[in-house]
């Protein structure tokens, strides 16, 4: 079964920065888009960025672009969303998601179908 795990979440300052990983299995992680979404409290859902498995293109938030990067290392089925200069609007539960492909990746909620179970960014001021 397809299954994500989110991982490296935790404390940062304003201004730093924080990698969080996405552990894929029961899939190829050559054939499906990659999502990273984020929710805070009393805020509703919103895609941070999301990267195309056939073209590599990389779709941003305004939020994002500019300080999030996303990379995937195919051969160890993981993901990557690299943050920097973060904020503390930044803070939330960050969510991988996964969508079989060849698919030009949105960032709707809806569009996906698999989703981790989430970590934890707390960005402190």
């Known amino acids: 079964e397809v299954q994500l795990v989110e991982s490296g979440g935790g404390l940062a300052q304003a201004g730093g920065s924080l990698r969080l990983s996405c552990a894929t299995s029961g899939f190829n992680l050559d054939h499906y888009a990659i999502g990273w979404f984020r929710q805070a409290p009393g805020k509703e859902r919103e895609g941070v960025l999301c990267i195309e498995s056939g073209t590599g293109t990389v779709h941003y938030s305004d939020s994002a672009n500019g300080r999030f990067t996303v990379s995937k290392d195919n051969a160890r089925n993981m993901a990557f969303l690299d943050m920097s200069h973060l904020q503390p609007e930044d803070s939330g539960v960050y969510y991988c998601?996964?969508?079989?492909?060849?698919?030009?990746?949105?960032?709707?909620?809806?569009?996906?179908?698999?989703w981790g179970r989430g970590t934890q960014v707390t960005v402190s001021a």
């Open positions: 998601t996964a969508e079989k492909s060849p698919w030009t990746c949105v960032l709707a909620p809806t569009q996906w179908d698999y």
